[in-house]
Each structure stands twice: as C-alpha cells, then as structure tokens.
C-alpha cells in the first residue's frame, strides 16, 4: 500500500478490527519512510447490481440514494441513522446474496416496505405513500387500515 502523504511504496499494518458484520476490515498502517499513519478499509468487491425502473431503464444500485428515501420517511421520526443504515444494508445483502445482476425496482421498494414497517409506522406510511403514489386521502386511509387489522390480529 502506498503512503497517501510521501507516496513511498512499503508501509505496513499496526492494526486489524472487523466492522459492520464483518464485511468490512479497517488497517491502521504506518509509514516505514515519513512515520506518518493512515487508514485503510477493505471490503469485499462485488459484481454491480443494475435496478431496472419503472419505466425499463437502468441504473447502478445507489446505496446512499435508497438511504436518502429513507431518511425522508424517518424524518422527525424516533429511528436513529444506525437503524436506518443498518436496514440499507440488510437489503443489499440480501440482493447480493441472491446472485442476481438485475433487480425490479419494485422488488427493492417491497424488501423496504417490510423492514420499516418493523422500525416505525408512520415512516411505512409515509414511505408508502412515495412508493405507491397515493393519489388521494382514500389510499392513504386503505393503508391505515390495513395496519390497524394487522394490530389487531397481534
């Protein structure tokens, strides 16, 4: 690994920890020429998952984007940014764990639908109703009520 601060070719590492479900390894290395430390992280590379829209086109999966929906919905909301996080990274594990290159959109929005609606109901709902496109309070309604069934049924 090169130095980032003298660019000299050999550094070597102090330190290994594991991080999110150890999917992810962080090396603290040092510099043998300036003394200088930095750190590293080491992940796993993985084959690119296109979603295919609504509309047939194509685009890279964008984790900070599916993120940033859910931060939307969540806002205001008693959900920490972990919670959040760690539901983005559930879903992506599990869409790579399935071995396929391509996904449905929709199929993302319902892996999000059934793990927020476990975090909080109002974000379910506020979500859903981006994802759906409620049109009017009626569908808005339909969704409530199916919630509280589901309560009820518990």
Do not use: H, W
């Amino acid at each position: 690994m090169k130095c980032p601060f003298c660019n000299y070719q050999d550094t070597k590492v102090i330190d290994s920890r594991s991080q999110e479900d150890n999917s992810v390894i962080r090396r603290r290395r040092l510099c043998e020429k300036c003394g200088k430390r930095f750190t590293t992280y080491e992940r796993i590379d993985t084959i690119p998952i296109t979603v295919v829209k609504r509309d047939g086109s194509r685009e890279l999966f964008d984790k900070t984007k599916l993120l940033g929906g859910i931060m939307k919905s969540c806002n205001k909301r008693p959900v920490s940014r972990q919670q959040m996080q760690a539901l983005v990274d559930d879903i992506e594990n599990t869409m790579i764990g399935a071995g396929e290159k391509e996904i449905q959109s929709k199929k993302i929005g319902e892996m999000v639908m059934e793990r927020i609606k476990d975090l909080d109901e109002v974000s379910y709902v506020r979500f859903a109703s981006v994802y759906r496109q409620f049109k009017d309070i009626n569908t808005f309604r339909e969704e409530l009520d199916k919630i509280v069934n589901e309560k009820q049924k518990e």
